[in-house]
């Protein structure tokens, strides 16, 4: 049996696995860590068509420490091979830990960027990998940049975006001045290994707005992500390595330069927030600041690249809402997302949806619609915590459409709780509510909500209320929602609010419910198959 190194590693790890499996909210078809801890999605990347999706993990136990880099391969970013720890922790920089990164293609070899860890502060270092990407040889010159820039006063360091621009490299190291702002600093290179400073590609603001706000841009930028968007063009060869090319730093596309970022607040990873504006020679102009996800902190330090097909593909790590000791016991904790197509809107903002490939996983469709909508019903041929759900639903102005999920309890069959006279609620239900703004009075804004008051009856699950406007033209949404047991991928007009629910009871209704005049289009929903066969090897 493994020696036990850390005081949270309270399950031994020979038993974290049978514990992870039989927890009920380990989600069964978005990919999770064999058992304990997973963080930060890293290198994620197409190679010779095989897609590789490497992660921050902890085997030890459901806690982080002493990062390690998971592994796994997919040929249809769906379906998942365990492949060997890629990097961990040995004498030197990252003695204390391999912290998030990228994969580049150096002339044909896999190379790795991260932040090794070293005491309590992050360097930059370099691994290179065999041709298949499953081994990885640490470079000598490690680390690649001996510290942060001289003379500044910064509040962290670390995480990197690389990216090739004519003959040299750059890359961006995320960061904070303290008093300031967040901030990534560029650097040059002719080979990855010897690094020239260039400066701050610009500086945020850290007394801008409320620290409690959903859009505060934090005092630490983690994963910074720059890239050009685009419309991810399918088409030939040409066309495909074309929407490539357009999606790097300052490329050809007529889209905004965008920076993705977690702003990060001494120790808090607050949430995922993005820039558009233009990057041109060493700076970046910012237009503007934009939430990424409005579940905040439930879709954090996302990770995107253009495939093979010239698609801009994210993935976000989706955190626990569960205490640590919770996690610790449950013997996993932490679960990616499924991956998401970034597209520009109208507005010029992103837009997001799962991967077409998602829809491999979709078992046994039920169609309901067209119909007007009213008083809570609970649908008779729809439930389950592993669901995939497509509505297009019209709503009139200042109405209200609510969307029931993993319901249990009173109003879904099971038990009736509602006192006399009481009109039944559910005794557990997570409720998705859109809103049709008004011209005038009322909700000024068409909004999105995932509201997990009466999600769980655990007092100790975070229940916090999450929301963000979108738009909904001529009162039109399309909502796509992924229910994986606890976690939850909400996508309305594009717009995403990922989050996670604990739900006691097992409860698996769907309901529809409205306010005003709403009415539903079509309801599709399948239940979703897993991509897991059973128990997997902490090390594969
Ligand atoms: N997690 C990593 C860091 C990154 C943070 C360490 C974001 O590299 O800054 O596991 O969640």
């Known amino acids: 049996m493994t020696e036990l190194t850390h005081p949270l590693a309270t399950v031994p790890q020979d038993q974290l696995v049978a ?29 010779d068509g095989t897609y590789h999706l490497f992660y921050q993990y902890n085997p030890e136990g459901a806690f982080h420490h002493r990062i390690l880099w998971g592994h796994a391969t997919s040929t249809d970013l769906v379906n998942w091979t365990d492949q060997p720890v890629a990097l961990e922790p040995s004498d030197g920089p990252d003695a204390d830990g391999c ?96 690094w020239e400073y260039v400066g701050p590609l610009f500086i945020g603001d850290a007394s801008a707005g409320n620290p409690a706000a959903a859009d505060w841009q934090g005092t630490m930028w983690e994963c910074v992500d720059l890239f050009r968007a685009g419309s991810g063009a399918l088409g030939d060869q040409a066309q495909r390595e ?15 330069d965008v920076v993705v970022f977690s702003a990060w607040d001494n120790g808090d990873t607050c949430h995922p927030l993005y820039w558009t504006g233009r990057y041109a020679g060493d700076s970046y102009t910012p237009w503007a600041l934009h939430r990424l996800d409005y579940g905040g902190r439930y879709f954090y330090a996302p990770q995107s690249f253009a495939d093979e097909s010239g698609r801009r593909i994210m993935f976000g790590w989706l955190q626990e809402g569960r205490s640590d000791a919770a996690m610790v016991e449950a013997g996993w904790s932490g679960v990616m997302s499924m991956p998401r197509i970034a597209t520009l809107d109208t507005e010029g903002e992103l837009a997001f949806a799962p991967v077409p490939e998602v829809g491999s996983l979709r078992r046994d469709r039920v169609r309901i619609g067209p119909r007007s909508l009213g008083p809570r019903e609970v649908l008779a041929g729809v439930s389950g915590n592993q669901l995939d759900l497509e509505l297009d639903v019209e709503l009139q102005p200042g109405s209200v459409f609510r969307l029931g999920l993993l319901g249990s309890g009173a109003g879904s069959g099971v038990a009736n709780t509602g006192g006399e006279g009481t009109p039944a609620g559910p005794a557990e239900e997570t409720v998705i509510e859109i809103g049709c703004d008004v011209g005038g009075g009322g909700f000024s804004q068409s909004y999105l909500l995932l509201d997990r008051t009466h999600s769980s009856l655990d ?52 309901s529809l419910s409205a306010a005003g005049t709403v009415r539903l289009l079509q309801l599709d929903a399948w239940r979703m198959e897993g991509i897991f066969g059973g128990p997997r090897p902490l090390f594969p």
């Open 19 to 47: 514990r992870a499996e039989a927890d009920p909210h380990r989600p069964r078809f978005h990919f999770v860590s064999p058992a304990g801890w997973l963080n930060d999605p890293n290198g994620v990347s197409q190679w």
């Open 99 to 194: 912290w998030s990164g990228v994969v580049v293609n150096d002339a044909g070899t896999p190379t790795l960027v991260y932040s090794g860890r070293h005491g309590e502060r992050e360097l930059p270092c370099v691994a290179v990998g065999s041709p298949d990407l499953l081994s990885w040889t640490k470079a000598p010159e490690n680390p690649v940049i001996p510290a942060p820039p001289a003379g500044v006063d910064i509040t962290a360091y670390r995480d990197h975006c690389v990216w090739r621009e004519g003959s040299v490299w750059r890359q961006l190291v995320g960061s904070g001045i303290r008093g300031r702002g967040g901030t990534a600093f560029l650097y040059e290179s002719l080979d990855l290994r010897n």
């Open 242 to 256: 074309q929407a490539r090319r357009d999606q790097a730093p300052g490329g050809g596309s007529p889209g905004p």
């Open 459 to 510: 007092p100790s699950v975070d229940a916090e209320e999450k929301s963000g406007p979108i738009l909904l033209p001529g009162g039109k949404l399309r909502l796509r929602v992924l229910v994986d047991r606890s976690a939850l991928e909400i996508f309305a007009n594009g717009k995403p609010l990922t989050g996670r629910v604990y739900p006691t009871l097992g409860g698996e209704a769907v």
